[in-house]
């Protein structure tokens, strides 16, 4: 069964500095691979997406992340944080031996320090 | 404005009470979900649907039902709430289930408390 696993459920940085956050997964076959963004009190929204291809990925508002297959990893990286970057993130994978469902991470809630 | 719509976003109720939550979605997409959210356990499906008159089960289903009627609407009915189904729920939309590429996309959240 597949399962994701993010490493963390908050992570504190400094405004300007790196943002990592870590989400594993397994799954026995070919796996889609998201990572959405809830701000408070919103509802989740799409931050960016791995299906094939290039395995590094940009997204919105200067995030990216790289599916590492050897390493079962899809982290999320951001070289400058923002104060508006604070907000609950989550890790997601889809693949045909769910029928496609999301299976979904518990979160990370980032926050940002002045 | 494209969007999916869930009513009402509070509601505090006693337990047996029996409510629906509605989730409507002018997007015309075909894949349908509800998903409940608590602290430290993410996102768990409920209940999903890939089209109009096809509902299956999701991880978390016990307790509640659903029905897609048509294709915009996808009510969330619990007949009997007990306070352990006090969460925050989301309804989610896209064009296709059997896509997996497709984007989700969400409501703004319906935060129910059963007493």
């Known amino acids: 069964a597949q399962s994701v696993t993010q490493l963390g459920s908050h992570v504190s940085v400094s405004e300007g500095a790196l943002v990592l956050l870590r989400c594993n997964y397994s799954s026995s076959v070919p796996p889609y691979l998201f990572w959405y963004v809830q701000y408070p009190n919103q509802g989740l929204q799409l931050l960016l997406k791995?299906?094939?291809?290039a395995t590094l990925v940009k997204g919105i508002n200067g995030f990216e992340a790289e599916f590492k297959k050897s390493e079962t990893s899809f982290h999320l990286t951001k070289p400058s944080a923002h104060m508006s970057d604070a907000a609950e993130y989550f890790c997601a994978v889809s693949a045909l031996d769910s029928n496609y469902q999301l299976i979904w991470g518990a979160g990370t809630k980032l926050i940002i320090k002045p | 404005e494209a969007q999916v719509t869930q009513n009402p976003r509070y509601l505090i109720t006693v337990t047996g009470k029996k409510l629906t939550v509605t989730c409507s979605q002018n997007?015309?997409?075909?894949?349908m979900s509800w998903y409940r959210q608590d602290p430290g356990l993410g996102l768990r499906q409920i209940y999903y649907?890939?089209?109009?008159?096809?509902?299956d089960k999701g991880d978390v289903p016990e307790g509640y039902k659903v029905s897609r009627k048509e294709k915009r609407n996808f009510p969330l009915i619990l007949e009997s709430p007990s306070p352990n189904q006090t969460s925050l729920y989301f309804c989610?939309?896209?064009?296709?289930?059997?896509?997996?590429?497709?984007?989700?996309?969400f409501g703004e959240g319906s935060r129910l408390t059963v007493l």
């Open positions: 997007m015309n997409h075909e894949y």
């Open positions: 791995y299906t094939t291809g």
């Open positions: 989610a939309s896209s064009f296709s289930g059997t896509v997996p590429t497709g984007e989700l996309f």
């Open positions: 649907s890939m089209n109009v008159e096809v509902t």
